[in-house]
């Protein structure tokens, strides 16, 4: 597969949960993003790595969210006690390396669809 | 506060003519624009982009205007297929913050009627 892949596809937890959501970035791209996107929104910025090194957690709504990288490839976004606000749809997306790149394109996953009941 | 914003939830187009899909950003740092088309159950894909030092940029059947001064960017789709029915976003980015995230608008959903 030469795309990003997101598993699982579609979560369905019961408030309290802890959910761990995986990321397989594009081989050899350097950045990586994790997005969350409501109901009729757009997606928002929650966690951008560079390698293994998680360089912006601003957007992580909360101390109940986590991400890492350790090998600077996969990632995993985990989400302890969760909450019915958390339902949205998480995105992964990664990029080559944008102190390098002419553009600043990242590529995306299809997503993982959490639902909180 | 959004930054970035679609302020036409929908349009319709008739098959062959002009699609225009705009956008307004309020941020005058953002310096790289983006639009991303996203199908049902799928992640958006890159469709064109913009920096900010250019006021168009063109790619087959779509182009990018930008009217820095306006604080305005929009798409243009011609001829418009019914494949390119979807939702696209309008994202920005500033790439002198240094994390290279995109603030994106809520969408638009662009039906092209055979």
């Known amino acids: 597969g030469a795309g990003v892949s997101q598993s699982p596809r579609y979560k369905v937890a019961k408030r309290g949960q802890d959910v761990a959501l995986r990321c397989d970035p594009i081989?050899?791209?350097?950045?990586l993003f994790w997005y969350q996107q409501a109901l009729g929104q757009g997606p928002e910025f929650l966690t951008y790595f560079q390698n293994e090194a998680q360089l912006d957690k601003s957007g992580l709504p909360s101390d109940r969210f986590f991400a890492e990288r350790p090998e600077g490839s996969v990632s995993t976004l985990k989400i302890q006690r969760t909450q019915q606000e958390d339902s949205a749809v998480y995105l992964c997306?990664?990029?080559?390396?944008?102190?390098?790149?002419?553009?600043?394109?990242?590529?995306f996953g299809p997503g993982t669809r959490l639902t909180v009941t | 506060d959004q930054q970035v914003k679609q302020n036409s939830p929908s349009l319709s187009v008739q098959e062959g003519r002009i699609s225009i899909l705009n956008c307004d950003y309020t941020n005058s740092m953002f310096d790289y624009f983006l639009w991303y088309k996203k199908y049902p159950a799928e992640g958006p894909t890159f469709l064109i982009s913009?920096?900010?030092?250019?006021d168009k940029n063109e790619d087959g059947r779509f182009t990018v205007f930008l009217n820095k001064s306006a604080k305005h960017l929009s798409l243009h789709i011609v001829p418009s297929q019914p494949g390119d029915s979807a939702v696209y976003f309008c994202?920005?980015?500033?790439?002198?913050?240094?994390?290279?995230?995109?603030?994106f608008g809520k969408g638009t959903k662009l039906s092209v009627i055979p």
């Open positions: 081989s050899g791209h350097v950045s």
């Open positions: 913009i920096s900010s030092i250019k």
């Open positions: 994202a920005a980015e500033d790439s002198g913050a240094g994390s290279y995230q995109l603030t």
């Open positions: 997306a990664s990029s080559f390396d944008n102190l390098a790149a002419s553009s600043y394109e990242q590529y």
